[in-house]
C-alpha cells in the first residue's frame, strides 16, 4: 500500500514536500516514481528514485526545481518541489516499481502499485 500526502494550495514561486508512505512490502527493495495527472490530462511521469536512491530520473518540466529521496528506515519517499509554477498544479501519485530491484523508469506500464494521489494547487 502506498498513501501519498502533503499536497495543498501554494503561490506561484513556492514550495511545497509531498511524502510517500509505504507499508505491505520490502521497501527498499523497489524504486519509487511520482507522476502526477492534471485535469484533462493523461498522467505523466515526475521523477524516480532506485531503491538504494543511487540513480534519480526527471520529467524535463520540473529538473533543477524537484528533488526525489527516499529513506528506507522509515518506508517513505520525499518529492521536494520548489519554484513551483501553476502548470505544476495537477494529483499527485506515488507509485511502486512493478520489477524488484528495478531502476528509475518513467513509464506508467512499468509501475503496479499506486497510491491514491495528492492535490497540488499553484495559484498565480
Known amino acids: 500500500q502506498l498513501q501519498a500526502f502533503g499536497g495543498g494550495l501554494v503561490q506561484a514561486g513556492g514550495s511545497l514536500r509531498l511524502s510517500c508512505a509505504a507499508s505491505g512490502f520490502t521497501f527498499s527493495d523497489y524504486g519509487l516514481g511520482w507522476f502526477r495527472q492534471a485535469p484533462g490530462k493523461e498522467r505523466e511521469f515526475v521523477a524516480a528514485?532506485?531503491?538504494?536512491?543511487?540513480?534519480?530520473n526527471f520529467a524535463d518540466s520540473v529538473k533543477g526545481r524537484f528533488t526525489i529521496s527516499r529513506n528506507n528506515a522509515k518506508n517513505t519517499a520525499y518529492l521536494q518541489m520548489n519554484i513551483l509554477k501553476p502548470e505544476d498544479t495537477a494529483l499527485y501519485f506515488c507509485?511502486?516499481?512493478?520489477?524488484?530491484?528495478?531502476?528509475?523508469?518513467?513509464?506508467?506500464?512499468?509501475?503496479?502499485?499506486w497510491g491514491q494521489g495528492t492535490l497540488v494547487t499553484v495559484s498565480s
Open positions: 528514485i532506485s531503491r538504494t536512491s543511487s540513480s534519480t
Open positions: 507509485a511502486r516499481q512493478s520489477r524488484r530491484w528495478g531502476g528509475t523508469s518513467s513509464k506508467l506500464y512499468d509501475y503496479d502499485y
